[in-house]
């Protein structure tokens, strides 16, 4: 079975980082592309980052560009997010998330994140940046 895990989450003062790590097993990783996720309490889900299945192109919304660096390793089969300058807003539940890529343009590819719609889901891990 498919299983989707993230870790690295836990509670850090403003201006602080944080490294997540996710990792995926039960699947051919480096043919997924992968995406990170947000939810804070009593708000919708919001998409943060998403990388290409072999590591090439990256992309990042508005609000955590500059700060937020995501990266994966195929050999090891995990996904990361260096979280550097965190801030309050930051606060949520982050969820790693996977979907089998094709060979499609990227820009098709984020268009899927920016959907939420992936296949497989970890469980979350949960950030809490105090001030």
């Known amino acids: 079975q498919v299983q989707v895990v993230e870790s690295g989450g836990g509670l850090v003062q403003a201006g602080g980082s944080l490294r997540l790590s996710c990792t995926a097993s039960?699947?051919?990783?480096?043919?997924?592309?992968m995406g990170w996720f947000r939810q804070a309490p009593g708000k919708e889900r919001e998409a943060v980052s998403c990388i290409s299945s072999s590591g090439s192109s990256t992309y990042y919304v508005d609000a955590v560009k500059g700060r937020f660096t995501i990266s994966r390793d195929n050999a090891k089969k995990t996904l990361y997010l260096q979280m550097n300058n965190l801030k309050t807003e930051d606060t949520a539940l982050y969820y790693c998330?996977?979907?089998?890529?094709?060979?499609?343009?990227?820009?098709?590819?984020?268009?899927?994140?920016?959907?939420?719609?992936?296949?497989?889901w970890g469980q979350g891990t949960q950030v809490t940046v105090s001030s």
């Open positions: 998330a996977a979907e089998r890529y094709y060979g499609d343009a990227f820009a098709y590819t984020v268009r899927r994140w920016l959907g939420a719609r992936l296949t497989y």
């Open positions: 039960g699947l051919t990783f480096d043919a997924y592309y």
